[in-house]
């Protein structure tokens, strides 16, 4: 299947509900000539793809999945678009034939609008677990159209549905007949039918959906009649004709169901009478009303355990590996200066320290990633969207909520990009909109490795115990920001309802699980070699210019003359002078003995040191004296020189590097934010890495890991580097706390704000969704470093306090309230006022 194919011949629809396997289909006829574009106006994608058969063309387009042809979602509203105006050739309906009742009033309303329809009847390998035997040529005989049984994960049934598709043609489908309200029907029916801007459109189909009183059929009635009030009159008026108190959208919602069960019951058999399906047996303990909370919990707990805790132990066998790919880069790149190094050197191992810091986590996600594709293809990660539906209406939110919030990562390892995405199907606008706001407040995979650093530093005891908190923290803090905002800034916005249906249990494949933890590490891998190496050579312009100032500088460089001529004057008078005639050999010297240095400090074993050194100096003959312990006249006295001149040097660079930062334009931005953040006692290092982690998540590690630079010819971790320095500078635990508090609270990155921007169309929502967040995480991280240190707290027990009051404020709003059923005040015979 080229595609260069040529001229489309037929344009293809694929309809069907969400979960029938239609996009399984919609791969299994196009192969690999897709293209994904999106609906003009919406965001909503569209998937088109094409393929030839018997010398024609076929576009086939994956419409949204939907249950039904109404107004409710934006799925809905795009699919029903998409028929009316581009009127393709054929619908093929994807229907699953283990739950063909739930799909067959989608195939009713696609057959009143008059399309050739194929059904493909998937899924038959899982009917047949089930213990159902369907009746192919009954379901033909009932529904007038043509049905293919197809296993698409299987590629079972593709050749028959192409010749079905290219075999459809205009029929005359059976009617559903609505009773009671039949008559109303036809008579809207036959008043549409003769309106000559109406007849691309089926009257049957039109009929009832005025009926329905749909508002979009309204519209489209108004938008193509100059004069459209008499029909929508007479609409009106059958609607309140219709007999008894059920409204008119229910009977046809009863007609389409009792068919749709008639014609299960008359096509299908059950071998398998009162057996209880395995999912459903699993489902009565894993969603039972008191232990299903339970379960989760314990579940969150174990992805913790085994990804971070554990995890993180093979991070002792990673960090050795980047730490050698650094010693490796700075052998190739040109040699350091005494005081200043070439650009090249600066830059490239600036590039390398800001990668290593985050692929050192790499273990960490590939388990990560795992555990998740376990929870995906088991089933179970669709039965925590159904045990959080009812707590999410509580708060405001939609039972669709949850898929966008499992993507951004409740658990971790998400991203807020696809999160945001993702709300575009919940047809609730007031919790799509409450929603998009608090997507970024989950654990993105980004968010994970300044977690560990922080929780590796303060609470290596209780990493457990942390992170539990922080990634339940982060979803309490969601619900509770969706509330407030729900019944404030959203609460004009519209509500709708909401459908959702749970897939059977699946045993994972290790090839499945592997494939998916592995691609989406190498995505993490990917994002670390672009986005973050870019935002660190932004970074390191910003931290290097404008330098230290001149007058400082002199004062740097006089320190570094005096340190060189106290070395040479030790030497005067000593064999050792002439292995440094010139300021090139001595800097390669010291340089040399850095790097040794530090490696033998590594290595701790006077053995293995001893080996180093000769090592060392079999590339630098001249510099044994210097080197290796000798009784050679003035040896000692030279290789003491030397240690105290590196150890000025050393002192020198750490001076001037913290001198450059502080007074860079990033530096300076960090400083004047000080004052403000004080309160929740970061300081200027802290605040550049909070900024530079706008435009990405992982540059507030990459960033950190610069700015606890590390002097020449060491190789410590990032832990080590930052825990010395902030502990030296009086930072604490509770200072930790506060960090994560706020980075859990903090606005979404630039990629994310991006797709605020365009999920809602509106750039006050996109400056809200930036405000907001950095007002409350700097409020919130502010008051409790400040009440912490106040009460005396250490960190876990001021985290533990934070955890508590959150959850009960959790509690207190999602109780229902005992005056909300209390009947509204009646009048009062008085006196008028």
Not at 526 to 550: D, E, H, R
Not at 723 to 733: F, L
Request: hydrophobic share 50%; aromatic share 8%; proline share 6%.
């Amino acid at each position: 299947m080229s595609d260069t194919a040529g001229p489309v011949s037929r344009l293809v629809a694929l309809a069907g509900q969400q979960n029938a396997g239609k996009s399984t289909l919609f791969n299994m006829l196009t192969g690999m000539t897709q293209h994904i574009a999106n609906y003009p106006g919406v965001t909503v994608d569209k998937k088109s793809g094409r393929y030839e058969h018997g010398g024609q063309t076929v576009e086939v387009v994956d419409l949204p999945g939907c249950y039904s042809l109404t107004a409710f979602s934006l799925e809905e509203r795009v699919a029903r678009a998409f028929l009316l105006d581009d009127r393709p050739d054929v619908v093929v309906n994807v229907l699953d034939a283990s739950n063909l009742r739930r799909g067959l009033p989608l195939t009713f309303q696609l057959l009143e609008m008059g399309f050739p329809v194929v059904v493909a009847l998937n899924m038959m390998d899982v009917a047949e677990s089930h213990g159902l035997e369907i009746e192919i040529a009954a379901l033909e005989r009932r529904l007038c159209v043509p049905v293919v049984p197809v296993v698409g994960r299987k590629g079972l049934g593709a050749d028959a549905l192409r010749a079905a598709i290219a075999a459809a043609h205009d029929t005359r489908p059976a009617t559903l007949n609505y009773g009671a309200l039949e008559p109303a029907v036809q008579d809207m029916q036959a008043a549409l039918a003769e309106e000559a801007a109406l007849k691309d459109i089926s009257a049957r189909w039109m009929a009832v959906k005025l009926l329905e009183d749909d508002a979009e059929a309204k519209r489209l009635v108004s938008d193509r009649l100059d004069n459209p009030h008499p029909l929508l009159d007479r609409a009106h008026r059958l609607r309140a004709a219709a007999p008894g108190e059920i409204s008119a959208a229910d009977r046809v919602s009863a007609a389409r169901d009792g068919l749709a069960a008639d014609i299960v019951a008359t096509c299908i058999t059950a071998t398998r009478a009162g057996h209880v399906p395995l999912s459903e047996r699993i489902d009565r303990f894993l969603l039972h009303p008191w232990l299903a909370p339970v379960f989760l919990v314990a579940v969150i707990w174990a992805i913790y355990q085994l990804s971070i805790v554990q995890g993180y132990r093979l991070t002792e066998v990673t960090w050795p590996l980047l730490a050698g790919f650094r010693d490796f880069t700075g052998s190739v790149l040109p040699d350091a200066g005494f005081l200043h190094d070439p650009q090249m050197r600066a830059m490239g191992l600036w590039m390398v320290d800001a990668a290593n810091t985050l692929l050192n986590y790499v273990p960490i996600f590939l388990i990560l990633f795992a555990l998740i594709a376990i929870l995906e293809d088991s089933g179970y990660m669709a039965r925590i969207a159904f045990i959080l539906d009812r707590a999410l209406h509580r708060f405001g939110l939609h039972g669709q909520s949850t898929l966008p919030f499992i993507l951004a990562g409740v658990f971790a390892g998400g991203c807020a990009v696809p999160g945001v995405a993702a709300t575009k199907g919940i047809p609730d606008a007031r919790a799509r909109m409450a929603t998009i706001l608090t997507v970024p407040f989950m654990n993105c995979m980004a968010k994970i490795p300044l977690y560990t650093l922080l929780i590796n530093i303060y609470f290596p005891e209780t990493k457990g115990l942390m992170l539990f908190y922080l990634s339940t923290l982060t979803v309490i803090a969601a619900m509770l920001i969706a509330k407030l905002l729900t019944v404030s800034v959203l609460r004009h916005e519209e509500t709708a309802p909401f459908v959702m249906e749970l897939p059977n249990y699946h045993l994972p494949t290790l090839s499945g699980v592997l494939r998916r933890a592995v691609d989406r590490t190498w995505l993490y891998i990917k994002k670390v070699g672009t986005v973050v190496v870019a935002i660190a050579v932004v970074i390191y312009v910003l931290l290097q210019f404008p330098g230290v100032p001149a007058e400082r500088q002199v004062a740097y460089q006089d320190r570094a003359e005096a340190a060189i001529a106290r070395f040479y004057d030790t030497l005067e008078g000593s064999a050792q002078r002439a292995a440094v005639p010139d300021q090139a050999a001595l800097v390669d010297l010291v340089n040399t003995f850095t790097e040794l240095r530090a490696t033998q400090d590594e290595a701790g074993d006077p053995a293995v040191s001893r080996a180093l050194a000769e090592r060392a100096v079999a590339r630098h003959p001249a510099y044994a004296p210097f080197l290796l312990p000798t009784d050679a006249p003035g040896a000692g006295d030279a290789a003491g020189a030397l240690a105290r001149l590196a150890d000025a040097r050393i002192a020198i660079r750490r001076e001037m590097r913290k001198d450059k930062l502080e007074s860079s334009f990033l530096g300076t931005v960090g400083r004047g934010l000080e004052p403000v953040t004080q309160f929740a006692d970061f300081d200027w290092k802290i605040n550049v890495a909070l900024l530079a982690s706008f435009a990405a998540r992982e540059n507030s590690v990459a960033t950190l890991g610069v700015l606890f630079d590390q002097d020449d010819g060491q190789n410590r971790t990032l832990e080590e580097r930052m825990g010395a320095a902030q502990a030296a500078e009086g930072h604490t635990a509770l200072s930790a706390v506060a960090l994560l508090l706020f980075f859990a609270l903090y606005p979404p990155c630039l990629a994310t704000m991006m797709m605020v921007k365009v999920q809602t169309g509106s750039v006050k929502w996109m400056a809200f969704s930036i405000i907001f967040p950095t007002l409350l995480g700097l409020a919130v991280a502010s008051a409790v470093f400040t009440a912490g240190r106040v009460l005396g707290l250490g960190g876990l027990q001021t985290m533990t306090a934070v955890y508590l009051l959150t959850l009960g404020a959790l509690i207190v709003v999602a109780l229902p309230k005992p005056w909300a059923h209390l009947p509204a005040p009646r009048p009062v015979p008085g006196d008028g006022s």
